[in-house]
């Protein structure tokens, strides 16, 4: 049972440069023969066979098992036509098996009934089934691990890609590798999901308004989308000083600090802070939970309580799982390589991106349109590719402004795809006051409501929810401690 030569990975020579020594150790390494095992692909093709394309075959579909998975190209095309005559509802045995490939063209290719004959004589039972079918994915898993580095030196070599999107592709080629292996184990009988399904209805039945995913902190934001939800893009958007930071931290304290009987899970949060320092953050953190003065705090006049209340809520922020990255200048590549990377080492549920057009494009000598647009596009992805929610805030142009109007979802500066890219938008306004008919333009309330007042009425705009209503919420932001509150919660 000789592999075929086909399956030889190749190996390019490559010169050096004088003065550059040679890795003969890492050449050495790149000829050998690629991970396999003949023995336990011979078991599990015959294993298959006996069975009749029954459990064991259904097994293999089941893990997405495919025909590159054996080594022996006679295995690959023995079980590829299993998979075709199972599709068929085609029996499987020695003879039907051999008529399949004769007609498929394939007999002498896989060796004809002689070689499937020599399988089914090996074994007498399919007892072992799954462990050699546990060792051939093995295999392959570390045959396209070595396939993924080879193409990274190739690359490498060549010098065709710039270095952040060879980057980028090597290690989406590495997670796609860890997530297909994962995947392979994940397809369930329907007695699970079902299972999973009925309890999430006594759930929802128990608990009637329960919050599904990352809760906001927002009583009816939440009843209108039931949280932030895995895969999701949310942009919330708002012109400069409308509280675009701080509504996304009050969405970082609802994760981090979980304050409903039906969202009690602490959701870990990596941050990415493109325009405020790290430092600069916790500090807002702090005196918004603690109740404290930011504007007091940073003159320098604290007491000793609000000096003790920081210090308390520092201690509590200090055991909670945020993470922030406050590197400016990053591009969409750097951004997902970290995101992947926290990923791997915690299992973080909501990332935020504060703010989307002050992301770095890839190519400088695109229009920035088309980076911000590459930008939102690679957002969507990494929420679909980490399996959680993204929000990414972004700025509004003056139009709205200029036209004296409440804000539309088309005032996103910079690009038209985020709108089409994003499964919800938010859109922070003031709050405007009814108009008559005759005065066709919306108009915002005085602006006493600004100058001198600590808390002042905003609106939250629900512009676009693929999965729910739209419409707005009343909301309240008090500047000294820089955060938003519902109106039932605030006391001016």
């Not at 304290?253 to 990596?270: G, M, Q």
């Not at 809520?313 to 951004?335: H, M, R, S, V």
């Not at 970290?338 to 935020?352: F, Y």
């Amino acid at each position: 049972m000789s592999p075929s030569k086909n399956n030889k990975f190749k190996t390019a020579s490559r010169s050096r440069s004088t003065g550059d020594a040679d890795d003969t150790s890492t050449a050495a390494n790149m000829d050998r023969s690629p991970p396999h095992h003949l023995d336990a692909e011979a078991g599990l093709i015959a294993s298959c066979i006996i069975d009749g394309g029954g459990l064991i075959l259904n097994e293999c579909i089941a893990k997405n098992v495919s025909s590159g998975y054996f080594f022996d190209v006679r295995n690959q095309l023995l079980f590829s036509v299993m998979v075709e005559m199972k599709n068929n509802n085609i029996a499987i045995d020695d003879i039907t098996l051999t008529d399949s490939l004769r007609k498929a063209g394939h007999l002498e290719k896989s060796g004809g009934a002689a070689y499937i004959s020599s399988l089914t004589n090996r074994i007498e039972v399919t007892a072992h089934a799954s462990y050699w079918l546990e060792i051939v994915c093995e295999k392959y898993f570390r045959r396209e691990l070595i396939r993924s580095a080879q193409d990274a030196i190739e690359r490498a070599y060549t010098l065709d890609d710039d270095l952040d999107s060879l980057l980028d592709t090597v290690e989406q080629n590495f997670y796609e590798i860890s997530e297909n292996r994962i995947k392979s184990n994940s397809i369930a009988h329907i007695r699970e999901p079902a299972h999973e399904a009925v309890e999430l209805v006594n759930f929802l039945s128990q608990n009637k308004g329960a919050i599904t995913g990352v809760p906001t902190g927002f009583d009816e934001l939440d009843k209108m989308c039931f949280g932030f939800h895995p895969g999701q893009m949310i942009v919330v958007a708002a012109r400069p000083g409308m509280g675009k930071t701080s509504i996304a931290l009050n969405f970082i304290e609802a994760a981090l600090f979980p304050k409903t009987k039906t969202a009690k899970k602490v959701i870990p949060t990596l941050l990415f802070s493109l325009e405020m320092p790290s430092r600069e953050l916790a500090l807002r953190l702090l005196c918004s939970r603690s109740g404290a003065n930011l504007r007091q705090v940073r003159d320098g006049f604290t007491n000793k309580d609000t000096l003790r209340s920081i210090a308390d809520i520092a201690a509590e922020y200090q055991n909670k799982p945020l993470y922030i990255d406050d590197q400016g200048g990053q591009t969409i590549l750097e951004i997902r390589a970290k995101a992947r990377r926290i990923a791997q080492q915690e299992k973080i549920g909501l990332v935020v991106i504060d703010y989307l057009q002050l992301i770095n494009g890839t190519d400088e000598r695109t229009p920035r349109e088309q980076q911000i647009a590459q930008a939102s596009r690679s957002i969507k992805a990494m929420a679909k590719e980490l399996n959680l929610p993204v929000v990414a805030l972004a700025q509004l142009n003056r139009k709205s402004e200029d036209e004296n109007r409440a804000p539309r979802m088309s005032d996103l500066r910079e690009s038209g795809s985020i709108e089409q890219d994003a499964d919800m938008v938010m859109i922070i306004d003031k709050k405007r006051r009814a108009v008559k008919k005759k005065e066709r333009t919306d108009s915002a309330e005085p602006d006493d409501d600004e100058v001198g007042h600590d808390v002042v009425p905003r609106q939250l705009i629900i512009a676009k929810q693929r999965n729910g209503p739209t419409g707005e919420i009343e909301l309240l932001f008090r500047k000294s401690l820089t955060r938003f509150e519902t109106p039932a919660h605030t006391h001016t």
